[in-house]
């Protein structure tokens, strides 16, 4: 069992920043996948930022430009820094970490911007 431990959510104004953070409490296997979500209300959850341990990294489109995802393997954490927020990025923001069959979330970080 992983546990996920996310921080950093918020009320920011159309154009600032947040930078989110999660926490794993620990790794089942050293290769795997972390990265972010988010849940908008009344849509399905989609796919913001992703990192593999080996440092690949995958933005969804409407993300590109604004948001940086980084991680630290040694302190099993990562983070997503976004910039230019729009009001259609609030939403639920959720950390999860994954390998194969196992997959993880924390219990979601609340960003709300406001125009």
């Known amino acids: 069992q992983v546990q996920l431990v996310e921080s950093g959510g918020g009320l920011v104004q159309a154009g600032g920043s947040l930078n989110l953070s999660c926490e794993a409490s620990?790794?089942?296997?050293?290769?795997?996948?972390m990265g972010w979500y988010r849940q908008a209300p009344g849509k399905e959850r989609e796919s913001v930022a992703t990192?593999?341990?080996?440092?690949?990294?995958n933005y969804a489109d409407s993300m590109k430009g604004r948001v940086t995802i980084s991680r630290n393997n040694a302190k099993r954490t990562v983070h997503l820094q976004m910039n230019s927020l729009k009001p259609e990025d609030t939403g639920v923001y959720y950390c999860?970490?994954?390998?194969?069959?196992?997959?993880?979330w924390g219990q979601g970080t609340q960003v709300t911007v406001s125009s």
């Open positions: 620990k790794n089942i296997f050293v290769i795997n996948v």
């Open positions: 999860n970490w994954r390998y194969g069959a196992y997959n993880y």
């Open positions: 990192m593999t341990s080996r440092g690949d990294i």
